[in-house]
Structures are given as C-alpha cells and as structure tokens.
C-alpha cells in the first residue's frame, strides 16, 4: 500500500489547448506542456474531451496517450460518444463529469443518485476494459454513498465552492464548505473510494486541502497555467508540488 502521506498531482492542460485554438495552429502544444511538467515533477495529465471540442482536440487525446510516460487521465461526459472514444483511446483513468456547452467551466458535481441508472453500465464497461473510473462529485452523503454502491474505484470532490469563497472572503462560506469536504472525504474513505480533489485550487487551497490523508490526487489546471504564464510551466509545477508537500508534511506531524 502506499505511504498515507503520498499524493499526487495531476495537471490539466484544456487552457493550452483553448489558447491555441484562439489563433489556429499547432502552437502552443498541450502534449509539449503536458510532457515539461511531467519532467518537472506532475504525476499525470488529465485533458477534458468536450462535445463542442472547444479545447481539447481528439488528436491531442491520441497524442497525450501515445507520447506521455506518466498516467492520463480523460475528463468526459458520459455520452455514448465520450465513451466509444475513451475505450478506444485507452487511458490510464477516465474521469467523469457533468457537461453543458453553454457553460465557461464545470459547474458543479455529477449528480450519481439521480443518473445511476445511465452510470452504472459506463462504470462496468470502463472497469471490464481496465480503466480506472473517478466520479466528480460535490463532497454530498447521497452522492458519495451511491458512487460507491456503484462499485467506481474513485471519486473527485468538486472543490469550487470552498475555493471560491476562499478567494472571495467570504469566511463563514468558507468554513461551511470545508466541513463539508472534510466530512465527505472521510465518507468516501470509509466506503472504500479512492478520493481525489479538483477545481479552483490555488497554491494556498492546494497547501490546506493536501493536509487531508483521505485524499490521494489533487487535479489542478487553470490556475497553474496562469502562473506559468508568469513564471513557466517548470517552475508553477516545482511551487505547485512544494504547497502540497507542506501541506502534508502537517499529517506527518500529527502521525508522529
């Protein structure tokens, strides 16, 4: 088993993609990226698949799983076309969210009560084919519990709300979401689940949430490709890696 202090990070490269696609062409690479921050420490790629492709491309998809040596992991709806893509892509894990094409960004958890009934053969078939499937859920008790009755190794906890509140200021917000990510994430550890965190993290939320021992993966995009704008891809990865690090460095604290 691995030690309870390790966690990894898992870095979205979709704002590569949608910085390219504001000009056309082939520049700048999310495969080049995804490969530099790879060698500066990240732990995997994850690369979100839309319907309307505002991004991420299927060739990047291809290129992402051929030329990476560390895990990828496909962010997608469950459509019956994300999944034929998915299984022929063969990716390292799949990570499934909800989708609407009107919105900027994910907006909120999978809802897995109410479309178990359309999850639970995508769950089956991805697992028969040796993918490994996260849900990204709001840290909620009904959600959690029905993602495992379902039998997915892993979960994502939707992390925006806490984050945003966090930015914003907003302190009673703040401390009510992160009850409740502390509580799910010990739910979902109780039941089995793999837990994995994402969306909205930063360097400071990034540092706070890692110092939970639930949580195994920290999946962070748009935040570090605007640092690395700043300060290169490298680097974000090195600052982003060494915030997580302390972060968990206070359970090693409490363990001893």
């Known amino acids: 088993m691995p030690h309870p202090s390790a966690i990894r990070l898992g870095l ?77 892509t063969k990716p390292h894990a799949v990570c499934l969210v909800p989708e609407r094409r009107e919105e900027l960004t994910t907006e909120g958890g999978l809802d897995v009560v109410g479309q178990r009934d359309s999850l639970a053969p995508s769950i089956a078939r991805f697992g028969d084919a040796g993918i490994r499937v996260s849900l990204f859920i709001a840290a909620d008790a009904q959600q959690i519990e029905m993602a495992a009755q379902l039998r997915a190794p892993a979960i994502e906890i939707h992390t925006g709300g806490w984050c945003d509140a ?5 302190t009673e917000k703040a401390d009510a979401e992160w009850r409740r990510i502390v509580e799910g994430v010990a739910l979902a550890k109780s039941a089995g689940l793999e837990v994995h965190a994402g969306h909205g993290l930063d360097y400071a939320t990034a540092e706070t949430i890692a110092a939970l021992p ?43």
Not at 25 to 53: F, K, M, N, Q, S
Not at 166 to 170: K, L
């Open 12 to 88: 979205n490269v979709d704002h590569v993609a949608t910085l390219r696609n504001a000009r056309g062409g082939a520049r700048p690479d999310p495969v080049r990226i995804a490969l530099a921050a790879i060698a500066a420490g990240a732990d995997g790629i994850t690369a979100h698949l839309r319907e309307d492709r505002r991004h991420i491309r299927d060739t990047d998809m291809a290129r992402l799983k051929a030329e990476i040596p560390k895990p990828l992991n496909f962010e997608m709806a469950a459509t019956p076309d994300m999944i034929r893509i998915a299984l022929e």
């Open 214 to 256: 639930e949580i195994v993966e920290l999946n962070i995009g748009y935040f570090m490709m605007g640092e690395a704008l700043l300060v290169g891809i490298a680097e974000t990865v090195r600052t982003m890696r060494a915030a997580m690090d302390r972060g968990r460095a206070t359970l090693k604290t409490r363990m001893a």
């Open 166 to 170: 966090v930015v914003d200021g907003h």
